[in-house]
């Protein structure tokens, strides 16, 4: 199964039909927990159980549930996409183990698809939401709070630094894989321009790019 993704829109919806969550930034993963072990499946299909060991206590949310949410590593408070690069190129289990140690990450576990067998993804948010809140989550598993005023919540997340707000009807069903206009989300996307001086490659996998060094215009 693929995850609902969300419509990008440049205003919050308003209206009580619509409940607001903070957009994180980070890798989407769900977590598929089945016979005492869990698969941890990105949104390309891919296979990222190993690369987080310290979310093997998914396994012991319940016997059968499919689970959806957002893998951030936090720095200062706040979900670090920087961080969290180094945690999603370890793909041997040894260097795994090790940044799990160092740089532990969170899942941010924001909707269920899936409970003893039954497909939920008919029921609406808010069901799925109430199933969800039954489930007793484990250690780095946190369950997101969701908001009444979308627009507050923008505000709230630009001051601090976050990515954004996702909001949801309340009545929407789960959707896989489609980009539906009943889940929408507002990024905040600042700019500023740079001069590229140099960069280096991924050092835990090699592959890609790990590093830019980049030089800012000074102050007038």
Known sequence: MQPMLA????????GPSWVHEVKWDGMRILADVHDGRVHLRARSGAD??????????????????LLDGEVVAMAGGRPSFSRLIERIHARDAATARR???????TYMCFDVMRLDGH???????RDRRSLLESLDLPARTLLPPVYPDGESLLE???????EGVVSKRATSRYEPGQRSRHWRKVAHRPTT???VGGWRPELTSGMGLGALLVGLPSPQ
Do not use: I
């Open 156 to 162: 709230a997340t630009a001051l601090q630094g976050l």
């Open 48 to 65: 990222a159980t190993a690369r987080f060991p310290e979310l093997a206590g998914l396994a012991d949310v319940h016997p059968d549930v």
């Open 7 to 14: 419509t990008p829109t440049g205003q919050v919806p308003t």
């Open 193 to 195: 321009s740079v001069v």
């Open 119 to 125: 497909d939920l993804c008919a029921l609406p948010w």
């Open 99 to 105: 940044l799990a140690q160092e740089n532990p990450v």
